[in-house]
């Protein structure tokens, strides 16, 4: 989706090291979500903001944190203390009842 | 607990097949059912259906939403190999006050020539 950009598109690092993740959207859509899909398991939800400075724990949120200080962008940090945080992460946005739209999305692998 | 059901988890057709592809759910205070196509990267939306739309058609491809059974069908005509691809059923629900979207495991779709 043109509109939603997420950086980087694969990355590589170390266990016991925290990575962020990027997620900018100029879709003027006030909710942002992240999700985490593995084989055969689907999209998690992650976190997500509903307004700016606001932000709640979805379903999996252990291990992860994430900041909202702007309306266009919604970063995701993968602490040390994610157990398994090798994943293809996903991040998306809506408006009012428009479905989801999501990025391209971030391949995370970590050794 | 929540949860959305896909099936089956793959399937293999020939080009000009017609396939259906379902989603079952139990989702406590149901707003919406989505259906999306998942190629390489990001899922694109094909389909929202709710109370007051649950039949949608698009080219090929067609979806029916029935409230009573608590599933929907997608359903894919004359297929070509550009349909290969995992496709999401999502339901949006509020089981803790706050409207989420569930996921389903998703339904690989290939498409043989």
């Known amino acids: 989706d043109g509109g939603i950009t997420q950086s980087p598109k694969y990355l590589f690092r170390k266990e016991g090291q925290n990575v962020t993740l990027s997620c900018e959207q100029n879709l003027n859509h006030d909710a942002m979500y992240w999700y985490r899909q593995d084989p055969g398991q689907g999209l998690r939800l992650i976190y997500y903001s509903q307004i700016v400075n606001d932000f709640q724990k979805g379903d999996i949120a252990e291990g992860y944190s994430v900041s909202r200080e702007k309306k266009e962008s919604f970063p995701l940090t993968v602490t040390s203390a994610q157990k398994n945080p090798t994943a293809f992460y996903l991040c998306?946005?809506?408006?009012?009842?428009?479905?989801?739209?999501f990025g391209n999305g971030t391949r995370l692998t970590v050794t | 607990e929540d949860k959305v059901v896909q099936s089956p988890l793959s399937l293999v057709v020939h080009e000009g097949d017609t396939v259906t592809l379902n989603c079952s759910y139990e989702v406590t205070n149901f707003r919406s059912l989505l259906w999306y196509k998942q190629e390489k990267k990001a899922p694109t939306f094909l389909f929202m259906l709710t109370s007051s739309g649950i039949e949608k058609k698009s080219g090929r491809l067609s979806s029916i939403l029935d409230k009573k059974e608590l599933s929907s069908i997608l359903n894919i005509t004359a297929t070509q190999t550009g349909d290969s691809a995992i496709y999401l059923c999502a339901v949006e629900g509020a089981a803790s006050g706050t409207y989420k979207y569930i996921f389903g495991t998703g339904t690989r779709l290939k498409v043989l020539a």
């Open positions: 998306a946005t809506r408006d009012s009842n428009s479905p989801l739209h």
